[in-house]
Each structure stands twice: as structure tokens, then as C-alpha cells.
């Protein structure tokens, strides 16, 4: 099956640095990829979906300037957490998509743990 | 918009009980629909999925659900729970005609299995 890799798994960094995190998919071409935020206990929230070669789109509320992604491969998206604050702390989880719009399926990486202190 | 709405925010089952898990959905069209099983600190894995055939799907794990148009509803079920169950469990829509695929997650139910 399809699979998607995050790096780091987890991370801590101190506030005020930023911090980027990898997801990779190994065995297909992601042309789509999304980016979801997920808060102890809660669902997944999307943060931006980003398609290869093109700009992200961001959800209402999330701030462009301080969430960087970057899908400059079929294979690589990152997200960048620009002057990480404690708020910032989180699970982020990236999700890829084959082409085609008659794939159904997003495939999940195992998510990444952000703390900041 | 697209809405989906996850009765029960934990439920508690004795091992070996059925499992019921609910989700309903708000669309005029029926959507692709997914459920999703997260264990703790790890990402989403697709338990099952509708896209249009069979409304009765089955999935990994023993899992199954049965896509009710006239209920707008996607109920996920298990005859009998096992221990290793015990998870955050997410349905999921997808519109119809989406170019992006964006998934629409429901808040989650906790299933605890007691053994």
C-alpha cells in the first residue's frame, strides 16, 4: 500500500526558532498533499493544501506567513513553523494524494509531535 | 458546506460486545465516505470506504459499514470487540466532484474496550 513518512516524529524547540517538518511519499507521486493540525483529544483540523509546483492554499485563519509550505516535488512537502511560539505546540499530520481526480484516497503520515518551550 | 456529525464522543464496550460507532453527514449529494482509526500518537489509517458501489462495506480489522442515503448516515460496526480496538475513530467526507480531495473529519469517537 501506499505509504507517507513525516520527519522529524517528534520535536521540541524553543521559542522564537522555527522548526520544518518533512513529509515524504515513498512509493507513489503525491501531486496534492495536506497539511492537518490535530489538538489533544480533537479532530483533524486542514491547515493548507498544497499542490506540486503551485502556491498553497491556506485555510481561513491559518497564518500563511508563519505555516511555510513548500511541495516542490511530487514526492516532498514541507512545513515550516516560522518564530514557533508554545501555542504553536501540536500534532501535524500530512497527508498525500495520487493524481487523478478519480483517486478517492489520502494516505497519512504517522504524524509529527511539535512542542515549543 | 460539507458537515459531519460523530454521535458519542467516547463509547465503552465490553470485549467480545458489538461495536457501533455513529456518522451522519449533511449533503445534498452523497459524498465519498471514510472511516479512520487512529491509536495514540500515530497518524490515520483507513479502516473502509464507500465511493458508490456496495452500500454495505467491509473493512479491515472485522470492521464494516453500511451507507443509509434515506439517513444520511455511514454507521461503522464490529460484531465483536477486541481489546487491540481501543482507539480514536474519525469518519470522514469527501464531496463529489472535489478536483483537490479535501476530506471533511467529524469531531471522533474514543472507543475503550473493557475486557
Known amino acids: 500500500g501506499a505509504v507517507v513518512s513525516q520527519h522529524p516524529s517528534r520535536v521540541i524547540c524553543k521559542s522564537g526558532t522555527s522548526v520544518k517538518i518533512e513529509c515524504r511519499s515513498l512509493?507513489?507521486?503525491?501531486?496534492?498533499m495536506f497539511w492537518y493540525r490535530q489538538f489533544p483529544k480533537q479532530s483533524l483540523m486542514l491547515m493548507a493544501t498544497s499542490n506540486e509546483g503551485s502556491k498553497a492554499t491556506y485555510e481561513q485563519g491559518v497564518e500563511k506567513d508563519k505555516f511555510l509550505i513548500n511541495h516542490a516535488s511530487l514526492t516532498l512537502s514541507t512545513l515550516t513553523v516560522t518564530s514557533a511560539h508554545p501555542e504553536d505546540s501540536s500534532f501535524y499530520i500530512c497527508s498525500a494524494r495520487a493524481g487523478g481526480t478519480t483517486s478517492y484516497e489520502q494516505y497519512f503520515g504517522p504524524g509529527t509531535r511539535l512542542t515549543v518551550t | 458546506a460539507q458537515s459531519v456529525t460523530q454521535l458519542g464522543s467516547h463509547v465503552s464496550v465490553s470485549e467480545g460486545a458489538l461495536v457501533l460507532l455513529r456518522c451522519n453527514y449533511s449533503s445534498s449529494v452523497p459524498p465519498y465516505l471514510f472511516w479512520y482509526v487512529q491509536y495514540p500518537n500515530q497518524g490515520l489509517q483507513l479502516l473502509l470506504k464507500?465511493?458508490?458501489?456496495?452500500?454495505l462495506v467491509k473493512g479491515i480489522n472485522g470492521f464494516e459499514a453500511e451507507f443509509k442515503k434515506s439517513e444520511t448516515s455511514f454507521h461503522l460496526t464490529k460484531p465483536s470487540a477486541h481489546m487491540s480496538d481501543a482507539a480514536e475513530y474519525f469518519c470522514?467526507?469527501?464531496?463529489?466532484?472535489?478536483?483537490?480531495?479535501?476530506?471533511?473529519f467529524g469531531r471522533g469517537t474514543q472507543l475503550t474496550v473493557w475486557p
Open positions: 512509493d507513489f507521486q503525491a501531486t496534492t
Open positions: 470522514a467526507v469527501r464531496p463529489r466532484g472535489s478536483t483537490l480531495g479535501r476530506l471533511y
Open positions: 464507500y465511493t458508490s458501489a456496495a452500500t
